[in-house]
């Protein structure tokens, strides 16, 4: 207990020089300003000696009193001028501030006892309290160092003064010194704490400096085998929601290789079109549900606006409670195999006259749209059949037929979005697929539309008026074989009983 007690008394050696070169920087700065005012103080005493006093230096009481006040005058000169040495000599500074506590507790015992002397008791008593306080606030050292000054300086006071002071006085100078010596050990433990903290944070920020060091080189050559492949490696922190990407990304897309509020990003930037980004949105959601790979082909705006197909591999990361912590993956450029694909698809699936999907095309297309279908999209299939279509081929010839078609194939595409199914299903017959979100008044105004919008043109003089048909089917969970079959049903009643027009089934 007793060694306890005496360890903590003295200065941790693990932070000797820390704790040293801190309490000489903290004890300047109140040193600096307390000299300054002491040298005014002082000065001022001075002048009132001289110039104040009708005996002025003739008397003993004022010379006395005269070098008191020179002595303290000097000592401070002598700090303040020797200052800019303290770089050259820290050692030798800390004792010549450690020596600054007894100096003014010694200087503060003269005045007190000559002013006791003199018989003003209360005043001796509240000046040397000063000092006693003073040196606690003001200069920091080692406890063991201020206990000593204070028990010796404090002894010697109360004993010169034995006949002056009474118990009670003698009694509340000890509590002074106590109450200083606390002041300073608090100091003292704040000081080590702080050193500690200040310690423990550097050596931490060292550690993490030396790791990111290791990090940056396995990145380095992280990097370097990523270089190597036309593959785009991406990682998402799903707890941060940043992704970060390799430098091919920024090679075929001008966008930044970190992203922050990816999530956000994905919804609000212009790399992924409408439809894909609803598809590659309900693909991520079922493969976390699912914990499973996802692998698709995904379409993204690259550098000028540059459509390219990629192949997406990705798969979750998740810690052993199955919870997802991040996301990896990687793009493979597939575009020149995809356009060759592309070509190829579109050329066994176009329609040479018109130039609209075929039979089968528009079959898969609509398989694909079924396939993809959100819960508040509103699929519509319409088939539309060409009016008394025979009466023109037999009339004007098959050419003037074939030109009735190709007006009926670019009203169409003119009243139809680009990313609608538009097709030419058999001789006079074409179908059309779209959706919209859940709003049947939207279907009927564009039927509406459409049966008022059949086109004419000239044929050899003879102004050639087109009309035509349509049944229009909603999906309701429906096949394609079932909705193809509920349009056909509607465009049969059509026929029957109002050409020109359209059911909606």
Not at 11 to 21: A, F, L, M, Q, S
Not at 293 to 317: D, P, T
Not at 334 to 340: A, Q
Not at 362 to 374: A, V
Request: charged share 20%; net charge neutral.
């Amino acid at each position: 207990m007793l060694q306890k007690l005496i360890n903590g008394l003295r200065v941790p050696e693990t932070i000797r020089e820390d704790y040293w070169k801190e309490s000489v920087r903290l004890n300047h700065r109140i040193l600096v300003l307390l000299t300054s005012l002491t040298i005014l103080a002082q000065l001022f005493n001075i002048y009132r000696i001289f110039f104040a006093s009708k005996s002025g230096f003739t008397t003993l009481n004022n010379r006395i009193y005269f070098y008191f006040y020179s002595t303290m005058l000097v000592m401070c000169i002598i700090y303040l001028a020797g200052w800019p040495a303290y770089k050259k000599h820290p050692t030798a500074w800390r004792y010549i501030q450690n020596a600054g506590i007894p100096f003014w507790l010694v200087w503060g015992m003269g005045v007190n006892y000559y002013d006791i002397y003199k018989g003003s008791l209360s005043e001796g008593n509240l000046l040397f309290a000063t000092a006693l306080l003073g040196t606690a606030i003001c200069i920091q050292t080692a406890p063991w160092f201020v206990l000593l000054s204070y028990a010796v300086v404090t002894s010697a006071f109360i004993g010169l003064m034995t006949i002056a002071l009474d118990f009670g006085y003698a009694w509340n100078m000890v509590l002074t010194a106590l109450v200083a010596f606390v002041l300073s050990y608090a100091r003292f433990r704040y000081t080590i704490s702080n050193i500690k903290s200040k310690k423990i944070i550097h050596e931490m920020n060292e550690k993490l400096i030396e790791e990111k060091e290791k990090l940056n080189v396995s990145l380095q050559k992280y990097q370097y085998v990523l270089n190597q492949t036309n593959n785009i490696v991406f990682d998402w922190d799903t707890q941060t929601d940043t992704a970060m990407f390799s430098g091919n990304w920024n090679d075929d897309f001008d966008y930044p290789v970190h992203i922050r509020d990816f999530t956000r990003w994905i919804q609000t930037s212009n790399i992924l079109e409408h439809d894909q980004r609803k598809v590659l949105t309900k693909r991520i959601k079922a493969a976390m549900d699912d914990h499973a790979q996802l692998e698709m082909e995904v379409a993204l705006n690259s550098r000028h606006g540059v459509l390219k197909w990629y192949l997406l591999h990705f798969i979750f990361l998740r810690d052993s409670d199955g919870n997802i912590k991040s996301g990896m993956g990687y793009l493979t450029d597939i575009n020149r195999h995809k356009m060759e694909l592309m070509q190829l698809k579109y050329q066994a699936s176009m329609d040479a006259l018109t130039g609209l999907m075929n039979r089968s095309a528009m079959e898969e297309y609509m398989k694909d749209r079924l396939s993809d279908r959100l819960p508040d999209d509103m699929i519509v299939m319409l088939i539309i059949d060409l009016d008394d279509f025979k009466h023109i081929n037999d009339t004007y010839g098959h050419p003037c037929g074939d030109k009735a078609l190709t007006e009926v194939a670019q009203l169409l595409k003119h009243l139809f979005r680009k990313g609608d199914g538009i097709g030419r299903i058999g001789g006079d017959e074409f179908m059309v697929v779209f959706s919209l979100k859940q709003n049947l008044p939207a279907v009927k105004k564009k039927l509406e539309k459409l049966a008022g919008s059949a086109p004419s043109f000239l044929w050899d003089s003879a102004h050639i008026q087109l009309h035509f048909s349509i049944g229009a089917a909603i999906c309701e969970n429906d096949s394609y074989e079932q909705l193809y079959e509920r349009a056909d049903r509607a465009l049969y009643e059509t026929k029957q009983c109002c050409k020109g027009g359209y059911t909606l089934a």
